[in-house]
């Protein structure tokens, strides 16, 4: 069942360069439903508009970034709502109903206070916590549900690891037991073990609150291993969305190949083919499809028109001329 819906979403960065109104197209056109209980990976290169995409989701649109157009719906209590039309109820309902966990998301711990009055300080602005016993018995309860030991409440924040900070800060997000989970790139700047540890810990969190997980991240490997399934974002734009089994072992954009086709496997020494050039920009994408500058299979048709995201298969999504003739 679905429990978020964007439909036909374009956020675009209004700027004001050299007195003249410029905008990075950075959500152009964007359609999709996630479902209850599942991890959504969304997957591309830098700057592709991933970030922008999670903020938008989340309903953090501030100047210079805009809404032009389109709608984004949460399902609360069974009734689909549109987050942009909730007003002062946006406020209310984040971090119990969805939570947003940015890039960097560690340095939010306050680094002269004890983790235990970062978790004071959140829940506080959220919930009445009068009754200390009982929310000090949630918060151990429930860092002992993720696997994480309580002691670390009463440490300073330089007293953890980069690792366990990140959990922490995955755990202090997600402590009022959201049914949403955005996580911006939770695991990149780690090292390997950490970075196990922390999809591991989102693994646990879905596994035990039996929530909806919306993870960024450019890592096909972190993908690989945690997403249920994955949208491959191209400069603006979602150019294919699968299962995640069925993104690696038969995906069908050309751009989705390249991702694919240059991840390192084991005993495999063959080079690998990237996709040549580099990704537009999205002050001035070029017309047509998106990726047509770096297509080797790009034609007259694609330089002019742009292909809709269409379903190809039984949750298969493909937005490109070689799968449907379907045009935006
Ligand atoms: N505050 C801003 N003002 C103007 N342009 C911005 C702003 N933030 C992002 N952009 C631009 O929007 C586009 C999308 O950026 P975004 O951060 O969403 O991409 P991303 O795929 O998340 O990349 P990364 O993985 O590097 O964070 C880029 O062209 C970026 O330069």
Known sequence: MEILKAENLRAYYLLDIGGELK?????????????????????????????????TLYGMVEPPLNVIEGRVYYKINGELKDIFSLNGELGKI???????????????????????????????????????????????????????????????????????????????ATVLTPKIIVADEP???????????????????????????????????????????????????????????????SPKHPYTKYLIGALPKIGDKSYKISAPGAPPSLLNPPKGCRFHPRCSYATEECREFVPRLVDIDTNHRVACFLYSKERE
């Open 23 to 55: 905008s990075v197209r950075a959500v152009d056109g964007v359609d999709i439903t996630i479902k209850e209980n599942e991890i959504y990976g969304i997957a591309g290169e830098s700057g592709c508009g991933k970030s922008t995409l999670i903020k």
């Open 94 to 172: 984040r971090w119990k109903y969805i939570s947003y966990i940015p890039q960097g998301s560690m340095s939010v711990l306050n680094p002269v206070a004890r983790i235990i009055d970062s978790f004071w300080d959140f829940i506080g602005s959220h919930e009445d916590i009068s009754d200390r016993v009982r929310w000090k018995k949630h918060i151990e309860d429930y860092l002992t549900l993720l696997g994480l030991p309580t002691k670390i409440l009463d440490a300073y924040p330089h007293q953890l690891s980069g690792g366990m900070r990140q959990r922490v800060t995955i755990a202090l």
């Open 187 to 249: 695991s990149t700047a780690l090292d390997v073990v950490a970075q196990r540890a922390v999809i591991q810990l989102l693994k646990d969190i879905q596994k035990n609150l039996k929530n909806t997980i919306i993870l960024v991240t450019h890592d096909m490997g972190v993908h690989a291993s945690i997403s249920d399934r994955i949208a491959i974002m191209y400069a603006g734009k979602i150019v294919e969305e699968a299962p995640t089994e069925v993104i690696f072992e």
